[in-house]
């Protein structure tokens, strides 16, 4: 039973554009949301999160929502860049740290 | 400052045997734990080590154990492989195990089984 869902494989954005990913989650206990980055031949590199006490926290470029009542959270990058071609995973935990990933959403910024 | 380092970085096994997969955690880090990403899927949690104790675990059967020594470091171990054991398996670290911290990858090891 996949708690967290990536519906998009895939998403292309010009560079300079907004890129925005989306991510839906089922289990209501999970308290902390994260966002990794993966290139091949590399582990997941942590990226921001967001507290479920919140609504938005931000950094740089990078910007998460969260809207509780909906269960979705959202990345969102501006301006794009061609060095954020990657694969973006969504994660969540409840309590502990243990994280549930979902599928990975390949982002290809077009220079 | 090293980050999060596994070992070895592919491996090539046949179906039944045994192997045993090396973690060392980001320099602070007391927590390990272990996932396993299959080809087109999101890494899956298979446990957590803590103060040297096993202490949350994923779906995975007991032929995945795991063990963590005084210096933090992890190993994995999987018996009697099977062909769907092939998977890239992930060791993170973090400091504690609250949700608050997050966790930080090492670049996995590859393992393949014929």
């Known amino acids: 039973d996949q708690q967290v869902k990536q519906n998009s494989p895939s998403l292309s954005v010009q560079e300079g554009r907004i890129s925005i990913l989306n991510c839906d989650y089922t289990n209501s206990m999970f308290d902390y949301f994260l966002w990794y980055k993966k290139y091949p031949a590399e582990g997941p590199t942590f990226l921001i999160s967001i507290s479920s006490i919140k609504d938005k926290n931000e950094d740089g470029r990078f910007t998460v929502f969260l809207n509780k009542s909906a269960k979705h959270l959202s990345l969102h990058i501006v301006p794009s860049q061609p060095g954020d071609s990657a694969v973006y995973f969504c994660a969540a935990s409840a309590e502990t740290n243990n994280l549930f990933f979902g599928t990975g959403t390949r982002l290809t910024v077009i220079p | 400052d090293a980050g999060v380092t596994q070992s070895p970085t592919h491996l090539i096994k046949t179906r039944g045997q045994q192997v045993t997969l090396r973690c060392s955690p980001k320099?602070?880090?007391?927590?390990v734990s272990w996932y396993q990403q299959a080809l087109g899927q999101g890494p899956q949690f298979i446990f957590q080590?803590?103060?040297?104790?096993?202490?949350q675990r994923g779906n995975f059967p007991d032929r995945f154990s795991g063990h963590q020594f005084p210096n933090y470091s992890s190993e994995l171990n999987v018996n009697a492989l099977l062909l769907g054991d092939s998977a890239l398996y992930l060791c993170a670290s973090s400091y504690g195990t609250h949700s608050n911290q997050p966790q930080h990858f090492g670049d996995g090891t590859r393992l393949s089984i014929l």
């Open positions: 320099s602070g880090h007391d927590t």
């Open positions: 080590y803590y103060e040297e104790e096993e202490r």
